[in-house]
């Protein structure tokens, strides 16, 4: 299969062959009114059993954040979800899913640095591979520290890492991602950890204070504004 080009288009939706199948990908370009910074960034969505999409409110407001900072998003469905295809893998399919995406990334736009982003599920597959994919900056929204997912073997990426968490949180215990955050070895860089108060797992009322906390903890990590 012939790998479709960058789209233009704001918007665009596209397939790539995946490692199990169709991949289904919406790429989303910078505001009109930014002026547009050298990044990708690659947003994940949650638990695909649970209803998680590329569309999910977390994810899309979390794309909108960074677009509204210069930065190119792109959302994808793991394998099962809309018009993706194959079977859910507990991780480990999603995580080669993730691999095909930022191949892709990468080799239409290799002069851009890549991010990795996610939301729950799509935090722990994005944190499983960011050591191999060496992201120039790694977002986890609500890491489902202490749940199924075994954090202890994905390791520690040691690149600049953004993590935010609602301290109300009725899915992932907030204080499990404190003290997790917390026992990160002191030898990497540093992890900005956001806590917003009285927040849910979904942000339900708080999505504006989650665009906040995307805008602000990534500015001192966005490259040069784009010549041209």
């Known amino acids: 299969m012939t790998l479709p080009t960058f789209p233009a288009a704001p918007g665009a939706a596209l397939t790539l062959d995946g490692p199990a199948g169709a991949l289904e990908v919406v790429v989303d370009h910078p505001e009109a009114d930014v002026a547009p910074r050298p990044v990708v960034a690659i947003v994940c969505h ?3 059993t649970e209803g998680g999409s590329l569309h999910n409110k977390v994810v899309t407001m979390a794309a909108r954040a960074l677009r509204e900072s210069g930065v ?3 959302r994808f469905n793991f394998r099962s979800v809309g018009q993706s295809a194959g079977t859910f893998d507990e991780g480990v399919g999603e995580a080669d899913d993730l691999r ?3 191949a892709w990334v990468r080799t239409q ?7 990795l982003a996610g939301f729950s599920f799509g935090a722990y597959v994005s944190i499983s591979v960011a050591g191999e994919l060496r992201p120039g900056l790694l977002i986890s929204i609500a890491p489902p520290v202490g749940r ?4 202890e073997r994905i390791g520690v990426p040691d690149m600049p890492w953004l993590v935010i968490q609602g301290d109300a949180d009725e899915i992932v215990d907030a204080q499990a ?3 997790w955050v ?4 002191a030898d990497r860089p540093p992890v900005q950890l956001v806590k917003v108060p009285e927040t849910s ?3 339900h009322g708080k999505l504006m204070d989650l665009r906040g906390a995307v805008r602000n903890g990534v500015r001192m990590f966005l490259p040069p504004e784009q010549a041209g």
């Open 46 to 48: 949650p638990l695909s």
């Open 72 to 74: 190119t998003t792109v």
């Open 100 to 102: 095909c995406v930022a």
């Open 109 to 115: 736009r290799p002069h851009a640095r890549l991010w």
């Open 148 to 151: 199924s997912w075994d954090f």
């Open 177 to 179: 991602v404190y003290d």
């Open 182 to 185: 917390d026992g990160l070895a």
């Open 201 to 203: 797992h979904f942000f």
